[in-house]
Nanobody, 128 residues
Framework: QVQLVESGGGSVQTGGSLRLSCVASTGTYSRYSRYCMGWFRQAPGKEREWVSVFSSYGGTTSYADSVKDRFAISRDNAKNTVYLQMNSLKPEDTAMYYC??????????????????WGQGTQVTVSS
């Protein structure tokens, strides 16, 4: 079992920055580094969409086109934490942001259905 807790959301104006964090509790017999970690978001009335992923071990990252060059994902396996640095925020970035983890050794994908564990979400609101 993996428990994920996000933090760092808030309200900012257009062009501002926020840094989201997601701390994982992985249990005794699993290692955080084995999990692919992803960030997703969901705006009111819209489907959940993929934002970014950070693979296990190899350190590969990917971004949705809508956030590329503005957002940066990183992870600290020693702290069981994944981060999402969000710069140049736009009103369309307003959403609930969720941290997610796949099963151990599972490949990283952009499909939310492939992620087994989810945090409770942290709200990001960008005003114009």
């Amino acid at each position: 079992q993996v428990q994920l807790v996000e933090s760092g959301g808030g309200s900012v104006q257009t062009g501002g920055s926020l840094r989201l964090s997601c701390v994982a509790s992985t249990g005794t017999y699993s290692r955080y580094s084995r999990y692919c970690m992803g960030w997703f978001r969901q705006a009111p009335g819209k489907e959940r969409e993929w934002v970014s992923v950070f693979s296990s071990y190899g350190g590969t990252t990917s971004y949705a086109d809508s956030v590329k060059d503005r957002f940066a994902i990183s992870r600290d396996n020693a702290k069981n934490t994944v981060y999402l640095q969000m710069n140049s925020l736009k009103p369309e970035d307003t959403a609930m942001y969720y941290c997610a983890a796949t099963g151990q050794y599972s490949p990283c994908t952009t499909r939310s259905s492939d992620y087994t564990y989810w945090g409770q979400g942290t709200q990001v609101t960008v005003s114009s």
